[in-house]
């Protein structure tokens, strides 16, 4: 009977504070927008628990832009104030003038997570290709640090791996580690232990991971690292999370 | 009937004139619109423009407008003078091996004359 109330004690104090992942989030309507779509993709930003559909707090970032053919454009001041998850997030209707690949990436204010006693700030991207190009689909940033894409991140069947590069500071982690969460939007996806909210991979020898999704839908990658600066929070000097996240979108296999 | 019903009423009327692409998904085809002139690009999945093949221009009624051929840098220009744009238009680009094609809705056009 002890052993049992133990056991029901460290279950609650486990639900008090569960292990999920933060997530930098940019979600387009659609990540491969033909000409019949129209000429906008809408994005929709947040900084959510993905998988328990839970919102937190986005401050207005620091830096949000697109990049396409080569050539970057600040989109901070286009962003509109949204509820997303019931919390402060972010939408965004850009206008597509031209086939290709582009690639919107966020950089959010440090966020200070007192469970955690560390700042963190998760560098986002989202790729979107237009009209039937998918050039510049692995393009690289050099964000401070990012996933670099090694298969097509949008265009994947479902089970499909995908691969990509861990960067810090435009060189590859070697065996980073890698968080990886279903966005549940709609799916109602259970899991039969908490563990299998965020799964995580670790990347080999020359940072490259492999993931594959086991059905449809938006996969977030997070590869975390402890930035090399700190910041201060009540007068002390505290560790910073660095995050390389990347949304990538598996489409459901239509055979049979 | 207001604008943005007849915009609508044109693009469903342009995409059922407009042919099925599913079998030439290795051309890209795009055009752009600057109140002028429809500047046609066309290139393959790799990247390299189509150095020959026709442009066919058509309108949201599917009438053929005009004939051209594509400039060796995969670029051909359709003056708006010499096309009727009303209804928008269809543009085929044909290579031989492989074919596509972009709308210009008249939405698009009325965006860049800043209508």
């Known amino acids: 009977m002890k052993r049992r109330i133990l056991s029901a004690a460290l279950a609650g ?5 569960p292990a999920l992942a933060h ?11 033909s000409q019949e779509d129209g000429r906008t993709v809408s994005l929709t930003m947040s900084f959510s628990h993905p998988f328990e559909m839970d919102g937190m707090m986005l401050d207005r970032p620091e830096a949000f832009t697109v990049t396409h053919d080569g050539s970057t454009t600040d989109l901070l001041g286009d962003l509109q104030d949204a509820t997303v998850m019931d919390d402060q997030g972010y939408t965004l209707d850009f206008a597509l003038e031209r086939p290709g690949t582009y690639v919107f990436a966020m950089e959010p204010k440090p966020y200070w997570e007192p469970a955690e006693d560390a700042f963190i700030i998760h560098y986002t991207k989202t790729y979107v290709t237009a009209y039937g190009d998918d050039e510049g689909w ?3 940033l050099g964000l401070k640090t990012e996933i670099v894409p090694l298969s097509k991140p949008f265009g994947l069947w479902e089970r499909n791996v ?3 590069i861990v960067k810090m500071d435009g060189e590859a982690v070697p065996y980073a580690e890698v968080e990886v969460e279903f966005l549940n939007d709609g799916t109602n996806a259970t899991v039969p232990d908490e563990l299998m909210i965020t799964q995580t991979v670790k990347a080999d020898a020359n940072g490259v991971f492999t993931y594959a999704a086991p059905s449809y ?3 977030g990658f997070a590869a975390l690292n402890t930035a090399d600066y700190t910041l201060p929070q ?9 995050g390389a996240v990347i949304w990538v979108h598996f489409e459901e296999w239509t055979g049979q | 009937m207001d604008g ?5 009423v044109g693009l469903t009327a342009l995409l059922a004139v407009a042919p099925v692409a599913a079998a030439a998904h290795q051309l890209v085809v795009f055009a752009s619109v600057d109140c002028q002139a429809v500047t046609v690009e066309a290139k ?9 093949g026709e442009v066919r221009v058509l309108d949201g009624e599917n009438a053929l407008q005009t004939t051209l051929q594509l400039s060796s840098d995969g670029t051909a220009l359709v003056p708006l003078a010499s096309v009727d744009y009303a209804t928008g238009l269809v543009i085929e680009v044909d290579t031989g091996g492989h074919d596509n094609y972009w709308i210009v809705t008249p939405e698009d056009i009325a965006r860049k004359c800043g209508r």
């Open chain 1, 162 to 164: 995908f691969q990509g």
């Open chain 1, 138 to 140: 692995d393009a690289e």
């Open chain 2, 4 to 8: 943005p019903v007849i915009r609508a």
């Open chain 1, 217 to 219: 839908g938006w996969w």
């Open chain 2, 44 to 52: 393959f999945s790799n990247g390299k423009p189509a150095q020959q």
């Open chain 1, 13 to 17: 104090s486990v639900a008090a504070t």
């Open chain 1, 23 to 33: 997530y930098g989030m940019i979600i387009p309507n659609d990540p491969m927008i």
């Open chain 1, 234 to 242: 009540d007068g002390e000097d505290k560790a910073v999370e660095l």
